[in-house]
């Protein structure tokens, strides 16, 4: 049988048996770069990374919480070891001495829960409760190593230093972690704004006219993108003295995208507070 039959017979074949013929190698790769190049370019987009942030977030919090927690609950037992003082147990005294920790460690809670929320959306918090965290967490290290301290035991005092310490670090770091997390979405919306900006085109003015209408080629103008410093010179211009420089003020004065607007509301601020020394601009995110 001939090469060109047998062809023909295993196309035959092919048709009878209702089944397609099998991709070749080159067209399973072609495929399978096809479905990569889908998938990492979902994977960048800035909507998944907030995802992806907000899982690490999640269990950043959970975790800090749970040592944090931890920490407050093993000083619990010196603090009140430290407040009763010998008193005779289950006697008022000695009752009394078990509010001590959780009237520090609840004003504690409540700072770190606040600067959750507040380092969320980048707020920073006054010097009152910075002062009021460290207060609380000053007062609970020196009623857990009192006496430590007074016995000259060295390993006592780093027994009972460690947890508040350990607490002290967490309650700190916790802070800056959230900030950061909250800073890498800015970055990811901002990144995907600079790369997908639409162009700006200026529109066509179409003017009447009474005389014979002269069918004439129309001029294409290439479309200039919009760079960032366009879009800082329009709300440069559009500032003035008392308005508070907000994203929500820079897209409305500029059109530009939720992700730029954080970015042009920093730059202006930074730019007015270098001109001004006297703080003649507010900023708020």
């Known amino acids: 049988m001939t090469e060109p039959a047998k062809e023909l017979r295993g196309l035959e074949g092919v048709a009878t048996s209702g089944r397609p013929p099998a991709p070749t190698r080159a067209q399973r790769l072609a495929t399978e770069a ?9 994977q960048d987009h800035p909507d998944v990374v907030a995802l992806r942030v907000e899982r690490v977030r999640s269990q950043v919090d959970r975790l800090c919480w749970a040592g944090i927690v931890l920490g407050l609950a093993f000083t619990m037992a010196n603090v009140q070891w430290f407040a009763a003082a010998g008193s005779v147990p289950w006697s008022l005294p000695w009752l009394a001495a078990w509010l001590l920790d959780p009237t520090v460690s609840l004003v504690l809670l409540a700072i770190l829960r606040a600067e959750q929320m507040t380092a969320r959306y980048q707020v920073h918090t006054g010097r009152w409760v910075r002062t009021a965290k460290w207060l609380a967490l000053g007062a609970t290290y020196a009623m857990n190593t009192w006496a430590s301290f007074a016995a000259g035991s060295l ?19 916790i802070t800056d972690l959230r900030d950061k ?47 960032f410093a366009d879009y800082l010179a329009d709300a440069r211009a559009a500032w003035s003295a ?40 507010s900023h708020e995110l």
């Not at 162009?199 to 001029?219: F, L, M, N, Y």
């Not at 994203?247 to 939720?258: F, L, M």
């Open 155 to 173: 390993s006592g005092v780093v027994l009972h230093s460690v947890p508040p310490l350990i607490v002290f670090a967490a309650a700190e770091a």
């Open 181 to 227: 997390l909250t800073e890498a979405v800015k970055v990811a919306f901002t990144d995907a704004a600079d790369h997908t900006e639409p162009a700006v085109e200026r529109p066509e003015v179409h003017e009447p006219t009474s005389s014979p209408v002269r069918h004439e080629p129309r001029r294409t103008t290439s479309a200039r993108r919009k760079l």
């Open 242 to 281: 008392g308005v508070v420089i907000t994203p929500a003020w820079i897209r409305e004065v500029t059109g530009c995208s939720r992700g730029l607007s954080s970015r042009l509301a920093g730059a202006l601020t930074a730019e007015l507070k270098a001109t001004t020394p006297e703080g003649g601009a």
């Open 34 to 42: 096809a479905d990569a190049a889908e998938v990492r370019r979902w």
